[in-house]
Antibody, heavy 121, light 109 residues
Framework: QVQLVQSGAEVKKPGSSVKVSCKAS????????ISWVRQAPGQGLEWMGR????????NYAQKFQGRVTITADKSTSTAYMELSSLRSEDTAVYYC??????????????WGQGTLVTVSS | SYVLTQPPSVSVAPGKTARITCGGN??????VHWYQQKPGQAPVLVIY???DRPSGIPERFSGSNSGNTATLTISRVEAGDEADYYC????????????FGGGTKLTVL
């Protein structure tokens, strides 16, 4: 059974950065992709980017280009999402999620439990 | 960038059929995936590749996709189906990104 376990809630000041981790168990970490999706309070789902761990290649939504970095450590089956220059609008639950394909029409079959990031002065 | 349009809300009586639409330009040429999200929980995949159902998802959930509209159909709706539903595609035209619809709140009357 695949599990994605994320790091705990964070409270950050505007202008700072946050790094959220996502440890995978079950399945073969390198054979799938990990996406990061966020959800602001009362809002919909917003895709931020993804990484193919076996290649170490990430691609990002245009909206977050230059502000988000997604990495993966194959030795620990852990993915990371770092978001910089935080502002209040970045307050959201951040999910890591697994796409079992490496294609560009894939879907998400497992989600982490979510990490609440609160940006407040 | 590619835009997916969902109705904000759909209401249905128990035992009836709910249809949730997802509109997009020539969406029929894309693969559409659907997620169910209940309050305080992570989303759950209910339909992938337009009409495939993951194991554990009831046969009451089905999907179709043609032209400019994809549809998630829930037959014999139950109270437990009340949730937000999101459609998702890949936008390969620009930055190769995942796109979600705005979500539809399904209310069981």
């Amino acid at each position: 059974q695949v599990q994605l376990v994320q790091s705990g809630a964070e409270v950050k000041k505007p202008g700072s950065s946050v790094k959220v981790s996502c440890k995978a168990s079950g399945g073969t970490f390198s054979s799938y992709t990990i996406s990061w999706v966020r959800q602001a309070p009362g809002q919909g789902l917003e895709w931020m980017g993804r990484i193919i761990p076996i290649l170490g290649i990430a691609n990002y939504a245009q909206k977050f280009q230059g502000r988000v970095t997604i990495t993966a450590d194959k030795s620990t089956s852990t993915a990371y999402m770092e978001l910089s220059s935080l502002r209040s609008e970045d307050t959201a639950v951040y999910y890591c999620a697994r796409d079992p394909t490496q294609s560009r029409d894939g879907y998400i079959d497992y989600w982490g439990q979510g990490t609440l990031v609160t940006v407040s002065s | 960038s590619y835009v997916l349009t969902q109705p904000p809300s759909v209401s249905v009586a128990p035992g009836k059929t709910a249809r949730i639409t997802c509109g997009g330009n020539n969406i029929g040429s894309k693969s559409v995936h659907w997620y169910q999200q209940k309050p305080g929980q992570a989303p759950v995949l209910v339909i992938y590749y337009d009409s495939d159902r993951p194991s554990g998802i009831p046969e009451r959930f089905s999907g179709s996709n043609s032209g400019n509209t994809a549809t998630l159909t829930i037959s014999r709706v139950e109270a437990g189906d009340e949730a937000d539903y999101y459609c998702q595609v890949w936008d390969s035209s620009s930055d190769h990104s995942v796109v979600f619809g705005g979500g539809t709140k399904l209310t069981v009357l």
